[in-house]
């Protein structure tokens, strides 16, 4: 049983003194019993909860000794009924339901394990425990028998003596998991959060890992809606099903409007009132018994609120759908968009896409191994953990971002909103206590991940209706004097494909004229700036024909600096220039417009505008060569899917070559001399 504890364990061993759980253990009695990870872990916690071996020992004896006495397995319900009725009392751990019995006037419990459905209850129980009169929830029950009552006519012998939720009530927990986290480095606490849910992190890309990260914001951030679809058998249902008493799982997406919202015949609030999470698992079966249905669910998801009858209420569960994608994502998206599993009513609603907060790509997600992906070691309590999660939901963070993050001017309302709601989500995880400094480079990759998250459900917004979702270019700019950055869906992302997105300051699409019997060829120029002089090519050995299209870049730089950079001196700076050709040809000739556009924009800091190629030569004097091959460039522009050709005006002529279908595939613009075409090229 023993295990060789690791620099990790020990520190969350010296921290978190009695809420650690071996998760291998958690594993191995999960499997046996029929009852959830966090019921097992309930007990670990309370007699395993340390890193002596021998304490443990103990404490699993203990452990086994009650799931074997306490839980029913299927035949044997009447043993246990019989134990009661001999022994006047019997303990188990089963979900515990309760219902109200209009004749009778009386609330009756049902403990399914036993198949009892008529169980008396006191009516202070219900009060205190409400959420067993929806879906119920694990407790360790006290059921007596009373022999007398079962003689009588309709009697009802068995009752609920007491009972014990199976979930952390403390009111510290959270001060003390804000009192810890500073220990750990941001790294370490992550990899910490995923080994408390059973994950071994160091399994996991850091593409895997955040989509953990997305998985948890809803138990911490209220009224969140989460989508995640992926590959078979990548435990997408897992976290909401196992984990946490807060979380609810719809299994095969079936759900009533009065379970889920409200019952109008009796008044009792539905799922989101009750739990903290709903995750609808299998989300193309998602169906409700009345066909309002899916528009009262989309109204909650926008609002937080829904109207039944004359009342308007209020509740804070988050809504999360799951589900698989049959087909790999590039094929997905050349057939449809990426939302096509959901059902037909929500499949092309722009308007109910609108209100999912954040897309989390499964597909980045690893089929799961058992060997290889769950952990062995030490991580939290999930009642421990879960509790602290659900205190963490009444705050707000998106104070974070204040005067340190501007979003770009691309985002609609709801798209901020959801940014914000994603940022603060992920600040609350891995940072619990509100006056934790983020660094910035912490932030950074937060916001890019709120961003790239919600940018992928405006791009299947796009896909359904182009016109109203054209602008996608989610950006922000760190500082009031930072750059501003632009964020794609790595799924729609290629080296070698001409995006729309703006490129950094620096970088510029270019396409060689081609020597000799070589054909033109696209490269993708990269420019840094920083204190010196000069300019240092890191391609080596430097193709010759591209040092000489660097060094009459460099020179139209230096002598039109004025019109080019206004007070800027180029003469002040170093620039690092590297090119990475896309095709056969490696010469770099004839690309010293290109590499001029390059050099103003690292300098100025200015954006390229996104999927733009820039085409021309450049002699010392400043003017620009002839293009012998324009109608054969525009042609290659097009099958790199660019948007816009930038051409010198002499190269006008001969596209009237240019077959009229291709003139419909592409915007050429069209340039005077080298300051106009770097106007021209790089954004406001």
Known sequence: MSMELDQLDNLAASVFDGYLVRKDLVRKYSRQYPVPTYVVEFLLGRYCASVDESEIAEGLEIVEKQLKDRTVRTGEEELFKARARETGSVKIIDILRARLDAKNDCYVAELPSLNLRDVRIDDQHVRENERMLTDGFYAEVTLSYDGIIAQQNGGRPFKVDGLRPIQMSK????????????????????????????????????????????????????????????????????????????????????????????????????????????????????????????????????????????????????????GNLDVDVEQQQKIGHL?????????????????????APGWDYPKLKPGEHLTDHFGLVSDFLSECWSRLRSGNRVSVMQGRVHLGGALSGRDIEA??????????????????????????????????????????????????????HFSYIMGSDGAEQFVSTPELHSDEAIESDPLPPGQVWGVSLGAGETESGLYRIEVTCGPGSGIK??????????????????????????????????????????????????????????????????LLGRNTRGGTIVVGALNLGGSIEMIPNATRIAELAIDKQAQTLLMPVSARRQLNDLPDDLWTKISIEFYKDGADAVFKALTE
């Open 339 to 359: 939302l096509s599993p959901l059902p037909p009513e929500m499949r092309d609603d722009t308007a109910f896409m609108d209100r999912i907060h954040a897309y």
């Open 537 to 602: 090519i890191l391609n080596q050995p430097t193709p010759p024909a591209f040092r000489e299209s660097v060094r009459v870049g460099e020179q139209n730089l230096y002598s039109r600096a004025r019109e080019l950079v206004g007070d800027r001196n180029p003469r002040e700076e170093e620039f690092s220039l590297q090119m990475r050709p896309m095709d056969a040809d490696k010469t770099g000739a004839g690309l010293g417009v290109p590499v001029l556009v390059a050099l103003c924009g690292g």
């Open 171 to 322: 009111s510290d927990v959270l001060d003390i998991l804000a009192k810890v986290r500073p220990k750990f480095s941001t790294t370490e606490w992550i990899d910490f959060l995923m080994r408390s849910i059973g994950l071994e992190a160091s399994a996991f890309t850091e593409r895997a890992k955040r989509v953990v990260l997305l998985r948890m914001i809803p138990f911490v951030e209220r009224n969140y809606n989460l989508i995640e679809l992926g590959p078979r058998g990548t435990g997408k249902s897992h976290l909401f099903q196992q984990i946490s008493p807060y979380a609810h799982l719809i299994s095969g997406g079936k759900a009533t409007v009065a379970k889920m919202f409200v019952n109008n015949a009796s008044g009792q609030r539905g799922l989101v009132c009750q739990y903290d999470v709903v995750c609808f698992d299998e989300v193309a079966g998602i169906s409700f018994d009345q066909k309002d249905g899916v528009n009262i669910m989309k109204g909650y998801m926008a609002s937080g609120q829904f109207s039944r009858g004359k009342e308007n209420i209020r509740a804070e569960g988050c809504i999360v759908m799951v």
């Open 419 to 472: 940014v914000n709601k994603t940022v603060s989500g992920l600040t609350k995880l891995l940072f619990p206590h509100p006056e934790t400094p983020v660094t910035d480079e912490d932030l950074e990759w937060i916001v890019r991940l709120a961003l790239e998250s919600r940018r992928r459900v405006k791009e299947q917004q796009r896909r359904v209706f182009k016109s109203e979702f054209r602008n996608t």
